[in-house]
């Protein structure tokens, strides 16, 4: 395995060299220009082709693994890249190979497969961020199918995605996570429309305000069961968890790599700031704490493909990354001060993205709930 994986990760530092280098990156960020052209590029290399179940049971006995790997090689390279695989690997591919019916499978896998664009998750609202469960978005039947209503936020992608999957409370008596469906969605469906978010970083991510009024989506569309969105949210959602994990490993290495070349070239009193023992600990401390989270992220993809319940290893691993990389990239700021704070700086686009990851996609504060339930502890406890 480490001799394939190797080899891929060569390749990928030699696609991203040629079609996304770093004066690349750097003038994407600063125009909010998102580089959808690695889709082609991704999929050339086969790496969508990873993500579905192959007839080699080797290789699907470590398949979240490999692309745990692959994940945070591109994160180390460009989040926006990394994420950009996510969108299309973990919510595109993996919602339809765990929930879709066998023809929307054949209508939309090839073609997510081929590079040809990405799917978007429309779950959050202004009123339901944390609280999924409190989606007001609703869809109603009728005889050619069901109608939406209602406004998403913070959409990521959803001008450039094949498919908006929607996800729209079906159940108008419910509460909470149930009785809510997905649907696949047409971001130029008539009903729909969008405006641009402004924001502080993943520039190249571009966010969304959506409204849907009374868009039209026929049955054929709906993923899953009528009431069950979010048990088919839930089977994505480890898969999701292990991409962003993996790949703000490999921006918390690339901001570490960045700190170091530069404490041990830069000089003050005479001397590189890395043989101050207080800077030198401080990059210690860095590369220990990402090399755990790490572990865990690599810990998280073995148990998904051994196919073991991993909700908690889940919420671990991406509450240690995130964390991890939002740490590590203060550290980074102040290890290299005035030079990272340039605009012109990689540094400050690290330390800007991660203040998203510890929130979106589940805040950390959400996920030590979830930890601290499946040990017994937290709001459930009767007295
Ligand atoms: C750039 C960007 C991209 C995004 N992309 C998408 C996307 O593609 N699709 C999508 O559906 N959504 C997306 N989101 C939305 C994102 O998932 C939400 O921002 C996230 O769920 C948090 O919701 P919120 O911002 O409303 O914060 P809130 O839910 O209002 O939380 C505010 C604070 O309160 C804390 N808190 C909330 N509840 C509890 C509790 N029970 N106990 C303790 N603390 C609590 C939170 O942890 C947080 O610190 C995106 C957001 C951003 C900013």
Same mark, same amino acid.
């Given at each position: 395995m480490s001799f394939e994986v190797e080899s891929l990760c060569g390749s990928i530092d030699k696609m991203m060299q040629k079609y996304l280098p770093p004066e690349e990156v750097r003038r994407r960020d600063e125009q909010a220009d998102p580089p959808n052209h690695l889709l082609k590029s991704f999929a050339k290399m086969g790496l969508f082709d990873l993500v579905m179940p192959s007839q080699d049971d080797e290789w699907d006995r470590n398949r979240w693994r490999r692309l745990s790997i692959i994940q945070e090689r591109l994160g180390y390279h460009a989040t926006m890249a990394a994420l950009l695989f996510n969108r299309v690997a973990c919510f595109g591919?993996?919602?339809?190979?765990?929930?879709?019916?066998?023809?929307?499978?054949? &209508?939309?896998?090839?073609?997510?497969?081929?590079?040809?664009g990405a799917f978007a998750l429309a779950l959050s609202e202004a009123g339901a961020g944390s609280d999924a469960g409190a989606i007001q978005t609703r869809a109603e039947r009728f005889e050619a199918g069901w109608k939406i209503t209602g406004r998403k936020i913070w959409i990521s992608g959803a001008a450039d995605a094949i498919r908006l999957i929607v996800a729209a409370r079906t159940d108008p008596k419910s509460k909470g996570g149930s009785?809510?469906?997905?649907f696949m969605v047409d971001p130029y469906a008539p009903?729909?429309?969008m405006s641009k978010l402004e924001k502080i970083g993943n520039r190249c991510s571009l966010s969304y305000d959506i409204g849907f009024d009374e868009v039209v989506v026929k049955d054929e569309d709906r993923i899953g069961d009528v009431n069950g969105g979010f048990d088919c949210l839930k089977k994505t959602l480890f898969y999701a968890r292990s991409g962003?994990?993996?790949a703000v490993v490999g921006t918390a290495q690339a901001?570490?790599?960045?700190?170091?070349?530069?404490? &041990?070239?830069?000089e003050q009193f005479g001397k590189p700031i890395a043989s101050f023992q207080v800077i030198a600990h401080r990059l210690a401390n860095m590369q220990t704490e990402v090399d755990l989270a790490r572990l865990l992220a690599r810990e998280l993809a073995s148990a998904i493909d051994s196919g073991k319940d991993c909700s908690r290893l889940a919420a671990q691993a991406k509450l240690v990354s995130t964390e991890t990389l939002k740490r590590v990239t203060e550290h980074?700021?102040?290890?290299?001060?005035?030079a990272a704070y340039a605009s012109e700086s990689d540094m400050n686009?690290?330390? &800007?993205?991660? &203040?998203?990851?510890?929130?979106?996609?589940g805040s950390s504060e959400v996920?030590?709930?979830?930890?601290?339930?499946?040990?017994?502890?937290?709001r459930g406890v009767a007295r």
């Open positions: 591919m993996m919602t339809l190979n765990m929930s879709a019916n066998q023809a929307q499978k054949d &209508r939309f896998l090839p073609q997510l497969a081929a590079g040809d009785g809510i469906t997905l009903g729909v429309a962003l994990a993996a901001a570490i790599d960045m700190a170091t070349a530069h404490a &041990r070239q830069r980074g700021m102040q290890i290299m001060a005035s686009r690290y330390w &800007r993205d991660a &203040r998203l990851y510890s929130f979106g996609e996920l030590l709930d979830l930890i601290a339930a499946d040990m017994g502890v937290g």
